[in-house]
T-cell receptor, first 113, second 112 residues
Framework: GNSVTQMEGPVTLSEEAFLTINCTYT??????LFWYVQYPGEGLQLLLK?????DKGSNKGFEATYRKETTSFHLEKGSVQVSDSAVYFC????????????FGAGTRLAVHP | DTGVSQDPRHKITKRGQNVTFRCDPI?????LYWYRQTLGQGPEFLTY????????KSRLLSDRFSAERPKGSFSTLEIQRTEQGDSAMYLC??????????FGPGTRLTVL
């Protein structure tokens, strides 16, 4: 079945460090891929998405590229801030599946000054 | 605030009791989803409505769970004879067709 695997956290970085959170997926057909973020005390928010191979999603300095050949959608940011501290979830929707989201387990990021 | 709202935000109940949660989606959103999130895990899909029709239910949704969306607007999720394993955060999301899903703040259920 369809699934998403994320690198385990927590990830702890200093401010202005480079961030990578790995995400790989297993899916039939042509899924769309997403990164959601959950800030402390808040609900899930869409961070970025990509709907086909080689697409790059980007938002708030974060970016991820849909790599079909490696079935990956790694999240990157060049310079993290304390305010980026949150839990990040990689997810997919499969074509013809009513757009239901299948999430990874989440990766907690802690950025300290 | 015109986002997705859920009520209550927290519910503590004793094992064996019934509980009901409510979700109010963003108006004009025809799709509504319920997910469950346990500690340290990502959300898992429970069920999906398009307008008032329940079109998909996960195998996670045992016969103790029932969901409705009677007029294609708000939705309720009822759990009968709660068990400790039902303790989780219950999330609701809504969308217009295949567009972005917007999530509510969730209802945290604790079963004692």
């Amino acid at each position: 079945g369809n699934s998403v695997t994320q690198m385990e956290g927590p990830v702890t970085l200093s401010e202005e460090a480079f961030l990578t959170i790995n995400c790989t997926y297993t899916a039939t057909g042509y899924p769309s891929l997403f990164w959601y973020v959950q800030y402390p005390g808040e609900g899930l928010q869409l961070l970025l998405k990509a709907t086909k191979a080689d697409d790059k999603g980007s938002n708030k300095g974060f970016e991820a590229t849909y790599r079909k050949e490696t079935t990956s959608f790694h999240l990157e940011k060049g310079s993290v801030q304390v305010s980026d501290s949150a839990v990040y979830f990689c997810a997919l929707t499969q074509s013809g599946g009513y757009n239901k989201l299948i999430f990874g387990a989440g990766t907690r990021l802690a950025v300290h000054p | 605030d015109t986002g997705v709202s859920q009520d209550p935000r927290h519910k503590i109940t004793k094992r064996g009791q019934n509980v009901t949660f409510r979700c109010d989606p963003i108006s004009e959103h025809n799709r509504l989803y319920w997910y469950r999130q346990t500690l340290g895990q990502g959300p898992e899909f429970l069920t999906y409505f398009q307008n008032e029709a329940q079109l998909e239910k996960s195998r996670l949704l045992s016969d103790r769970f029932s969901a409705e969306r009677p007029k294609g607007s708000f939705s309720t999720l009822e759990i009968q004879r709660t068990e400790q394993g039902d303790s989780a955060m219950y999330l609701c999301a809504s969308s217009i067709s295949d567009d972005e899903q917007f999530f509510g703040p969730g209802t945290r259920l604790t079963v004692l």
